[in-house]
């Protein structure tokens, strides 16, 4: 039986691979700070490991016997501070690539389509993996921290430290989502919520167990070694069916108001500024690509993952989104 390590485990994308993985009768350890709070893990049948990505003896004993190693844990909000992300995203992905090498695992890199220059990406359609990755803004933190990450993965495979492949995601939705649906749902319990040009773009967003089922494909194909795979189109889905779907899942009414895209970027622009002036570059740098996301239609392609690893996801928009937001009213704190 093969056994495999998942780090951020009680994360959106981590628990997936933990579902997706021990329902091919393989067995999950997975990486936890806090036994306790990731108790639930255990009945679905993971082994806990308490430990953290800093602390070397913890992970190494973590990765002992492990021939499979999935990092997800990341930083993905600190504000202003350049420092934590460095430290954990590089520091930390530095170490799982020590951890993965002694153990003698495959690694795969939850990535991120933040290695994209958010102007780029839009210069050319689609984009791909091949997408030149051209100079991020100072400001760009998440997004710094994500790419340096994704060079240290791919630099340890390329001097035969390792083997080990990287997947990039776009927004990622599902159950036990604490980014895209939290911060969705709180603004349609005010009963709006703002369609940029009137809603028919389509939305960058991926169902979190279409990206776990990437991940382990990845991991499961040898030709995947060294390179990366764009996991963004599981199935197209506009911003107002979002808000129709999301509604369903909430249990209510939530009318879409439309905004012309001239306002929307204006009062963007606006914000940014005064979040500069306010000395919050990072907050400022997040505003263009947070607009895109609902005004800009996806410009990523996962062709390389379909070919390459035979991905094919199940969960469709309007069967995920309701689940994802009725999840979240069911257990949300606030």
């Known amino acids: ?119 780029a990406r839009y210069a050319a359609a689609p984009t791909s993996e091949d997408t030149p990755l051209t100079p991020l803004t100072t400001g760009s933190y998440y997004a710094r921290s994500k790419r340096e990450a994704e060079e240290i993965v791919m630099d340890a495979h390329a001097r035969g430290r390792l083997w080990a492949t990287a997947v990039r995601p776009t927004v990622i939705y599902g159950r036990r989502d604490r980014q895209f649906v939290p911060r ?26 279409a990206v776990a089922d990437g991940a382990v494909r990845a991991a499961r194909t040898g030709a995947a070694g060294g390179r990366a795979y764009n996991l963004t189109n599981d199935f197209p889905v506009t911003v107002a069916q979002m808000v129709r779907y999301a509604s369903a899942g909430l249990d209510r009414v939530v009318r879409g108001v439309p905004i012309p895209l001239s306002l929307a970027r204006a009062s963007f622009s606006a914000l940014a500024q005064a979040l500069r002036v306010a000395h919050r570059p990072g907050l400022a740098e997040q505003l263009p690509g947070a607009l895109n996301a609902f005004a800009r239609n996806n410009p990523f392609t996962s062709e390389r993952a379909r070919r390459e690893l035979g991905w094919s996801p199940t969960v469709t928009p309007e069967v995920g989104i309701p689940d994802a937001f009725a999840w979240w009213k069911e257990h949300r704190t606030t």
């Open 1 to 119: 039986m093969t056994r495999a390590l998942v780090t951020g485990a009680t994360g959106l994308v981590g628990s997936y691979i933990v579902e997706r993985v021990l329902a091919d009768d393989s067995s999950v350890r997975a990486l936890v700070r806090d036994a306790g709070a990731a108790s639930w893990l255990s009945p679905l049948g993971a082994e806990l490991a308490v430990g953290e990505l800093l602390d070397a003896e913890s992970l190494r004993r973590a990765a002992a016997g492990c021939d499979t190693i999935y990092h997800c844990a990341a930083l993905i909000s600190a504000g202003d501070d350049w420092s934590s992300f460095r430290r954990m995203n590089g520091d930390g992905t530095r170490a799982v690539v020590d951890a993965a090498a002694q153990a003698g695992a495959r690694l795969v890199h939850l990535s991120s389509v933040a290695v994209y220059d958010d102007s």
């Open 184 to 209: 969705a749902a709180r603004v349609m319990r005010t009963g709006f919520f703002p369609l940029f040009g009137g809603g028919h773009t389509t939305m960058s967003l991926v169902h979190g167990s």
